[in-house]
């Protein structure tokens, strides 16, 4: 999406401020952090780990920077989207937090129970476990979720300003 900040009102463009900012501190403090693993274990493995959590927070740095500008809206949607679902089981591991998680899920050991996650700044995990794990767990982050929804109804509401304003520039007339 072209930059129309022409449609969105003051209210929008600070909101958008704010998610950019939070991106962008969210990322560049995950890019801080990771290099520290390999201080404490200097393996492949901890390298690939850190270079696939770098991924995700490099990027989120550029979703920021994007959303700052209102040049772009995709990039945040596909950060944030992968932040919704965080789930172990069955061998693997997924999680990936950039900013806040908090959200409820269930985990199952020997029995289902509610849990509620609560993580601040900067979390990847992804890995497979050849001999699997007896537990579940799944948890839906709502963070991203309300980011997702702001920015989702924000555009909307500029598409119909602006639909508005071309229609009265038009003189009411379609066509």
Do not use: C
Request: hydrophobic share 40%; net charge positive.
């Amino acid at each position: 999406m072209k930059n129309r900040s022409g449609h969105f009102s003051s209210y929008d463009l600070a909101g958008f401020k704010l998610i950019a900012w939070y991106q962008i501190l969210g990322g560049t403090i995950g890019v801080l952090l990771y290099p520290w693993l390999l201080i404490d274990n200097r393996t492949w493995q901890t390298g690939l780990v850190v270079l696939l959590g770098l991924l995700p927070n490099g990027y989120s740095i550029y979703a920021g920077q994007q959303l700052r500008k209102h040049t772009q809206f995709k990039p945040p949607y596909l950060i944030q989207t992968l932040q919704v679902l965080n789930f172990v089981g069955l061998g693997i591991t997924y999680q990936l937090v950039i900013g806040l998680a908090l959200g409820p899920g269930f985990e199952w050991i020997q029995e289902p129970k509610m849990v509620m996650n609560f993580s601040l700044l900067s979390e990847y995990n992804f890995g497979m476990n050849q001999r699997g794990t007896a537990s579940i767990r799944v948890v839906v982050n709502f963070i991203p979720i309300g980011i997702i929804q702001y920015l989702l109804i924000r555009q909307q509401n500029a598409a119909e300003r602006q639909q508005l304003r071309e229609y009265a520039e038009n003189g009411g007339s379609r066509g």
